[in-house]
T-cell receptor
Framework: AQSVTQLGSHVSVSEGALVLLRCNYS??????LFWYVQYPNQGLQLLLK??????LVKGINGFEAEFKKSETSFHLTKPSAHMSDAAEYFC???????????FGSGTRLQVQP | ETGVTQSPTHLIKTRGQQVTLRCSSQ?????VSWYQQALGQGPQFIFQ???????GRGNFPPRFSGLQFPNYSSELNVNALELDDSALYLC????????????FGQGTRLTVV
């Protein structure tokens, strides 16, 4: 079985500051890991995914994440926050068979001017 | 190339009623997965349809059922609606049952009163 834990249901940063959203995973098999973003009243948009290639994954909109097996982590970062980054962010894991995604409970990112 | 489309976008039903939600998969995709996202939570996997057969199911009761048609579009049916069924229902399509390549629709917001 696999699961993800997102630390911090709400994160607030100033515009231009570093964004760090935390995700730890548990998986009995080598995991595939994902970060999705959800804007109000919309579906999920894939930011980036780790599928056992490079441990540092670059995504859209300047986001990146690093897979650290020793820490079972897959934290999402962005060097400089923009107002448009304000949204809900979900970490997800896909395990055996890769049919289903298991999502964390989400982190709401607020960006202060 | 068309994306994943869901209909309707919103609907309100009364407890005990039945509801059907629809999803058109992205062009070229033969797999549809359904997720339930309750308010303030991450999406939860309901089931997946691959080549018109159920291909995996999450922890949802049998009153949640589905269909996939020869054109790979899909329906999610929920019988005997309960208040706790109020949620955003998301559909994701992919080529094959590999969740790593899934694309999500905008969702259907179901309110049960």
């Amino acid at each position: 079985a696999q699961s993800v834990t997102q630390l911090g249901s709400h994160v607030s940063v100033s515009e231009g500051a570093l964004v760090l959203l935390r995700c730890n995973y548990s998986s009995s098999v080598p995991p595939y890991l994902f970060w999705y973003v959800q804007y109000p009243n919309q579906g999920l948009q894939l930011l980036l995914k780790y599928t056992s290639a490079a441990t540092l994954v670059k995504g859209i909109n300047g986001f990146e994440a690093e897979f650290k097996k020793s820490e079972t982590s897959f934290h999402l970062t962005k060097p400089s926050a923009h107002m448009s980054d304000a949204a809900e962010y979900f970490c997800a894991v896909s395990g055996t068979g890769r049919r289903a995604l298991t999502f964390g409970s989400g982190t709401r990112l607020q960006v202060q001017p | 190339e068309t994306g994943v489309t869901q209909s309707p976008t919103h609907l309100i039903k009364t407890r005990g009623q039945q509801v059907t939600l629809r999803c058109s998969s992205q062009s070229g995709h033969n797999t549809v997965s359904w997720y339930q996202q309750a308010l303030g939570q991450g999406p939860q996997f309901i089931f997946q349809y691959y080549r018109e057969e159920e291909n995996g199911r999450g922890n949802f009761p049998p009153r949640f059922s589905g269909l996939q048609f020869p054109n790979y579009s899909s329906e999610l049916n929920v019988n005997a609606l309960e208040l706790d069924d109020s949620a955003l229902y998301l559909c994701a399509s992919s080529l094959g049952d590999d969740s790593t390549e899934a694309f999500f629709g905008q969702g259907t917001r179901l309110t049960v009163v």
